[in-house]
């Protein structure tokens, strides 16, 4: 247990690799996401499953890892051992699904490899949820990292799999590959210039599902959208991979025509918006998640537009940092959501004036 | 802004779902959400999933198809899987495979797998696997006069396809010589 917390609080100190900024079109693509949903063939699903079903299962995934190259260096915790502002803080870092978190904690792991990358779940929806998470659009890569897992874990593990269709899993949705590939994207102009649903549109044409994230308060959405492969059977995983790839891409074009076109017809109000965005940020005192996640789009825009001299990882993390278990991680003990809202802004003047000091930016 | 569903507790989860070329905005509570099994990770097809599930029962009883009562191997019942939309076990799959087959060609639009197989399957059963799914494109392709997209499979298949063999052990050649 003890360890478990070590573990986290090194966890907190560090940044993730896909808040890293870097990567394929990272200005538009905050990260990409590849994730394989397998289970033990003989084994009930863990929701069908008996206490003791979830437990073999999770000894065996367990030993699996432990034999995989990928997963040499891998941070193993137990749900069951970790209070529950612990389990929202891998929420909030998107290493285990709100699900994982909030139910019946028992027998459920996560195994979160080097720099986060991979991140496997066990006894969520299905016995093993793999997934990749990196850092701009690198679908393809994390294609080839997952399926290289995949096969260092199968060979300690039997899939349940049927030549029929595939890899068998707890939802219909997700069975034949088991693979869900994902691209979120930072889409402000598009959203400024109302032609976001027009795009989301064009999008579901195209077999892929989208929809916005972040969502915390009235219309706060950060314009982060995810989009996603809508089907997982009777495609391969690369022509799945290459087409959400591609349409991200088509995506991320669209956005930048978006931003070279309000740069060049409204340039002033634009930075007006940014700038005032960056003061409220630097000298709030009380400030709400919903009120944080919308500026801070504001300002990430303005670093890709190069007005805001930060740099972009600092805005990403702040995503996820401002959060209430990151913040809570941070007091050191659970905070009233008024509480919350003081470290947030706490935490954003002391973050932003560090990075602007790394930058040597100061407002004009 | 009251939660869509119960209209009582303040929503706090937004989403533009966009499905079958339609979008809607949905604010929902958390329980709400929970409830509606509304995760930021999918499944992104679980609408078309449980409309699908409404449709089939009524399907299965008109073409007189009456699925097994439950899963031998992990004792889960139909009603249970429409209820819930999941499954119980692997052996599910076989055991409701007519109403599956159904369900998946509506949420998939397929009801065969291509990719990728566990090493430990022979690579015969993957590729027979392959063709099947192949060959069911194919016919899908010709069907939509996707042309084209036809020729392109028809050359991927003839890759695969062994010359045929005059002892007839794949399933297919014997199904043709039976005729
Ligand atoms: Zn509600
Ligand atoms: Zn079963």
């Known amino acids: 247990m003890a360890h478990a917390i070590e573990a986290l609080s090194s966890l907190q ?41 979830r437990a073999q299962v999770r000894a065996a995934v367990e030993q699996a890892a432990g034999r995989a190259p990928y997963l040499a260096q891998a941070l193993l915790l137990h749900l069951e051992e970790l209070p529950g502002v612990d389990r929202l803080f891998l929420v909030e870092r998107h290493l285990i699904s ?60 039997a899939y349940a799999f049927s030549p029929a269709w595939g890899y068998l899993t707890c939802c219909p949705t997700n069975v034949g590959t088991g693979l869900r590939a994902s691209a979120m994207l930072h889409l402000p102009c598009l959203v400024m210039t109302k032609q976001i649903n027009r795009v989301l549109h064009a999008i579901t044409k195209l077999g892929l599902t989208a929809r916005g994230l972040y969502g ?15 089907v997982s059977l009777g495609r391969a995983e690369p022509e799945l991979v290459d087409a959400l790839e591609r349409i991200a891409g088509q995506v991320v074009q669209q956005e930048e025509a978006a931003r070279e076109a309000i740069v060049t017809q409204n340039r002033e109000a634009l930075e007006d918006r ?4 960056y003061g409220t940020l630097k000298s709030a005192h009380i400030i709400t998640s919903a009120e944080t996640t919308d500026l801070l789009s ?52 002391e973050s932003l004036a560090a990075s602007a000091g790394r930058q040597g930016g100061t407002t004009p | 802004m009251t939660c869509d569903l119960c209209g009582e507790r303040e929503a706090t989860v937004h989403l533009t779902e966009i499905i079958q070329d339609e979008s809607r905005e949905l604010h929902l509570c958390e329980p709400c959400a929970r409830e509606k099994g509304v ?36 004792g889960l019942r139909f009603e249970d899987f429409k209820r819930s939309g999941r499954l119980g076990c692997g052996t599910c ?14 949420v998939h639009g397929a009801s065969r797998h291509i990719g990728k197989a566990p090493a430990a399957t022979s690579p015969q059963a993957k590729r027979e696997a392959e063709l099947e799914g192949l060959k069911a494109r194919l016919k899908q392709a010709v069907k939509s006069e996707a042309f084209e ?28 010589s039976a005729q």
């Open chain 1, 98 to 157: 709100r699900e994982h978190a909030d139910g019946d904690a028992a027998e459920r792991a996560v195994i979160i490899g080097d720099r986060e990358i991979i991140a496997v779940m066990v006894n969520e929806e299905d016995h093993v949820r793999l997934q990749v998470l990196q850092s701009g659009l690198n679908l393809r890569e994390g294609w080839a990292i997952a399926s290289e897992l995949d096969r260092q874990l199968e060979a300690d593990l």
């Open chain 1, 274 to 277: 940014i700038w005032r965005a």
């Open chain 2, 39 to 74: 995760k930021m990770d999918a499944p992104f097809g679980l609408a078309d999933l449980m409309t699908g599930l409404t449709d089939l029962g009524a399907t299965l009883e008109q073409s007189g198809i009456a699925p097994p009562t439950a899963c031998p191997q992990c």
């Open chain 2, 93 to 106: 799959y076989e055991t409701f495979q007519r109403g599956l087959a159904l369900l998946l060609r509506q």
């Open chain 1, 298 to 349: 504001l300002v990430r825009l303005g670093v890709d537009l190069g007005i805001v001299p930060l740099d972009r990882a600092t805005i990403n993390t702040l995503f996820i940092t401002t959060q209430p278990a990151h913040l809570q991680r941070w007091a050191g003990r659970s905070l009233a959501s008024r509480e919350r809202d003081v470290r947030r802004a706490q935490l954003l003047r």
């Open chain 1, 216 to 230: 915390e308060g009235t219309e706060a959405t950060g314009n982060f959208f995810q989009i996603s492969n809508q």
């Open chain 2, 149 to 176: 997209e036809a020729a392109t499979l028809r050359d991927r298949i003839g890759q695969l396809e062994p010359p045929p063999k005059p002892k007839g052990t794949r399933r297919g050649t014997r199904h043709r």
């Open chain 1, 13 to 53: 100190r560090q940044t993730g690799e896909w808040l890293r900024g870097t990567g394929p079109h990272a200005a538009i693509v905050m990260s990409s996401r590849i994730r394989l949903a397998r289970n033990l063939a003989g084994h009930r699903f863990p929701h069908w499953a008996t206490k003791r079903g």
